[in-house]
């Protein structure tokens, strides 16, 4: 069946630090692949997204490339703050499945000043 | 504004008894989804609910129920059975119920104590 792996945390940055979420997936078709963000004690909120193979998904900083040779969806920002300490939750959404996500197990992001 | 609004925030029950956690949406969405979020294990999908009238079973429903009576609503009852209850519980709503890119907005969660 289709599943999603995370790279484990907690990762800790120093403000102004690369990142990088490593994330890969498992699944038939073509599935489109997701990355939600998790502030503490809130919901999800959809961070990016990518529909096809080599589109780039990107919003503020951050990015990541659906790579269907690698099986991979790995996110990246350039230079982390502290604002963007969270949890972070790699996810995809298989052809037929009427729309469900399946879920890596989230990344916690600490970010120090 | 629209969104998802899940109540309560917090809450707390005995062991033995059901409760049932409320989620509306005002985003005219058809479908609507029960996630249970615990430490480590990311979100699994409870149950879900692609029109009114209609849901299906998610990957751990034992223990849980849900209805559909209304667009706009979807509770879920966490029933005696459920041998662990205790999680944070978040529901969602996508736009159009077989729409496989359509991303999912969620409610801020219903953190749920049984002891």
């Known amino acids: 069946g289709n599943s999603v792996t995370q790279m484990e945390g907690p990762v800790t940055l120093s403000e102004e630090a690369f990142l990088t979420i490593n994330c890969t997936y498992t699944a038939t078709g073509y599935p489109s692949l997701f990355w939600y963000v998790q502030y503490p004690g809130e919901g999800l909120q959809l961070l990016l997204k990518a529909t096809k193979a080599d589109d780039k998904g990107s919003n503020k900083g951050f990015e990541a490339t659906y790579r269907k040779e690698t099986t991979s969806f790995h996110l990246e920002k350039g230079s982390v703050q502290v604002s963007d300490s969270a949890v972070y939750f790699c996810a995809l959404s298989g052809d037929n499945q009427g729309g469900k996500l399946i879920f890596g197990q989230g990344t916690e992001l600490s970010v120090k000043p | 504004d629209g969104g998802i609004t899940q109540s309560p925030k917090y809450l707390f029950r005995k062991e033995g008894q059901n409760v049932t956690l409320s989620c509306e949406q005002n985003l005219n969405h058809d479908a609507m989804y029960w996630y249970r979020q615990d430490p480590g294990q990311g979100l699994r999908l409870i149950y879900y609910?692609?029109?009114?009238?209609?849901?299906q079973k998610g990957d751990i429903a034992e223990g849980y129920s849900v209805s559909r009576e209304k667009k706009e609503s979807f509770p879920l009852t966490v029933t005696s059975a459920q041998k662990n209850p205790t999680a944070f519980y978040l529901c969602?709503?996508?736009?159009?119920?077989?729409?496989?890119?359509?991303?999912?907005?969620f409610g801020n969660g219903t953190r749920l104590t049984v002891t």
């Open positions: 969602a709503s996508s736009t159009r119920h077989r729409a496989d890119n359509s991303p999912l907005h």
């Open positions: 609910s692609q029109i009114v009238n209609d849901f």
